[in-house]
């Protein structure tokens, strides 16, 4: 048998990572790549108590490869790339505005960005699950949340899209800055106007917020902070989400007797969602830094390693999931790390859960029956999420 081979970078392996991961699971669950000088954690109990020590496995230097190799910085404000207790005076700022129960207050919101995609293409041959749905209205959400006109939406997307974007060898990503400086000139102009015009959304909500910092002191957000929390909700909102909506399209094709049960039974959408982020999970590969020596079955990785915490593969681990490779709309343990665990669990989870479910129920309000132009279909590549960025798919009337 050949020797295991992971590499984030390879576009080959990328495309079907999930036989390379078991084989990590099953031969390799501690594994080393030399080339890329990091470590690869793959099965669920490690990767689930990993997530949740962020004092052992620091985010603090970044979540992303290319990020920690560049020696790059994220603006402050970033929570995913900050540690305690930074990240906490952070987090719990922007959780008293970004609650569950507002999101749940936009859902007639997202319905409705969704019949403006969807209903001109009914009587239609087909719809590209990316093109006419998944880029479309997450970005139309977010946008609306933070207060980004409409006009300009569209253009921060794909050059967000871009900034993630990765080439073969590595290069380009996030080690290449943070949504570009076109973006982040184009969003401190944001702030201005917000604070001159202030308005019911997330950026001015985040301008007029007081919190207590790391020092114990009582102020409101200085503008590298604001631009950080910014840049992130701008970039979460659109990237995950998109993916999400792409990976439901897909396994919804490629199992299409499931795509029959959830047709008779759209009560059953909600955890058709969560087996979706069960079985791709969208964001699939978390970076760390340990903090102090470890051991890991057998072998001590020195403090400073870098440490690839594959929650896609922990996804699919058959010690904790029964025939974790069966794609299961009706599965009852979808308890996932898609959104992962800890600490850094996704603040924004209730809102992508929603606009998941959403798209799902109003595509399938329209069509019950969809087959994947294979041919045509492309995956977006980065290190940071995975999934298609283009979904083209032939319908048939319900």
């Known amino acids: 048998m050949s020797q295991i081979y992971y590499d984030p970078y390879d576009f080959e392996i990328d495309a079907d990572p999930h036989p390379v991961w078991k084989r990590m699971r099953d031969e390799a669950p501690l594994y080393r790549n030399d080339e890329h000088d990091f470590w690869a954690l793959s099965r669920f109990d490690d990767v689930e108590a990993a997530l949740a020590d962020w004092r052992t496995y620091s985010s603090a230097r970044g979540t992303v490869l290319e990020l920690i190799r560049s020696g790059a910085t994220a603006p402050p404000g970033t929570i995913l790339f900050e540690d305690p207790p930074l990240h906490d005076a952070h987090r719990a700022l922007l959780a008293r505005l970004f609650t569950p129960r507002r999101i749940a207050e936009i859902e007639p919101q997202v319905r409705a960005y969704c019949a403006r995609s969807l209903d001109p293409l009914v009587g239609g041959s087909g719809f590209d699950f990316i093109a006419d749905l998944g880029s479309q209205m997450p970005m139309r959400v977010i946008g609306m949340l933070l207060g980004i006109p409409e006009e300009d939406q569209e253009a921060i997307r794909d050059r967000i899209d871009a900034s993630l974007s990765i080439q073969e060898d590595g290069s380009g990503g996030l080690g290449d800055g943070f949504g570009g400086a076109a973006t982040m000139d ?69 199992f299409p007797d499931q795509r029959r049960i959830l047709a008779e039974d759209r009560s059953l959408v909600s955890n058709a969602i969560e087996e979706v982020l069960r079985y791709e999970a969208p964001s699939p590969v978390q970076a760390r830094v340990l903090m102090r020596p470890m051991e890991h079955h057998g072998t001590r990785l020195e403090e400073g390693s870098t440490l690839l915490l594959l929650n896609g593969s922990a996804n699919r681990d058959d010690r904790h999931y029964p025939d974790a490779d069966r794609f299961d709309v009706r599965r009852e343990d979808t308890h996932h790390l898609s959104f992962g665990h800890g600490i850094h669990f996704c603040l924004g989870a209730s809102l992508a859960r929603l606009e998941a479910i959403v798209a799902l129920d ?37």
């Open 362 to 398: 109003e595509v399938l309000a329209r069509w019950t029956d969809w087959e994947v132009d294979r041919e045509r279909a492309a995956m977006a590549r980065t290190s940071t999420v995975r999934g298609w960025k283009s979904l083209p798919a032939r319908v048939s009337a319900s």
């Open 186 to 254: 184009r969003f401190r102009e944001y702030i201005e106007w917000r604070r001159k015009n202030p308005s019911d959304d997330l950026m001015t909500d985040l301008l007029r917020a007081r919190f207590v910092d790391d020092e114990g002191k009582e102020r409101t957000l200085r503008d590298d902070e604001l631009l950080g929390y910014i840049m992130l909700l701008a970039a979460a909102g659109n990237e995950t989400t998109t993916r999400l909506i792409g990976w439901t399209g897909h396994l919804l094709d490629r």
